[in-house]
Structures are given as C-alpha cells and as structure tokens.
C-alpha cells in the first residue's frame, strides 16, 4: 500500500471520529437549548392564539 491509501484511509476514520463527537456535541448542548427556544415559541403562540380567542 502506498502512501496515498493510508491517507483515503485515514480521511475515513477522520470523519467518522468528527461526525461521532458532533453528535454528541449536538445531542448535549444544542438540542436542549433547541427545545427551550421551540417550548418558548409554542407557549408565545399559545398566549396570543388565547388573546385572540377572547
């Protein structure tokens, strides 16, 4: 094997490793403030959608 294919190799492994820690990155700092922002969003509508009602 030359050293071109331990390269194509190791770009494999690379974006594995990179996609592996996003997610986690994702599953543990923007997930939660994306279900505050959607919970706020939801209680705003909500609110008017009762105001508007009444």
């Known amino acids: 094997m030359n050293v071109g294919l ?3 190799l190791g770009q494999f ?3 594995f490793a ?3 820690g ?6 543990r700092v923007l ?3 994306a ?3 959607r ?3 939801e209680a ?3 609110a008017h959608a009762e105001e508007a009602a009444s």
Request: proline fraction near 4%.
């Open 6 to 8: 331990w390269l194509g």
């Open 22 to 27: 996003y997610v986690s990155f994702a599953n």
């Open 39 to 41: 919970e706020r969003l």
């Open 35 to 37: 279900a505050a922002i």
């Open 31 to 33: 997930d939660p403030r």
């Open 44 to 46: 705003q509508e909500l």
């Open 13 to 15: 492994a690379t974006t």
């Open 18 to 20: 990179i996609t592996m």
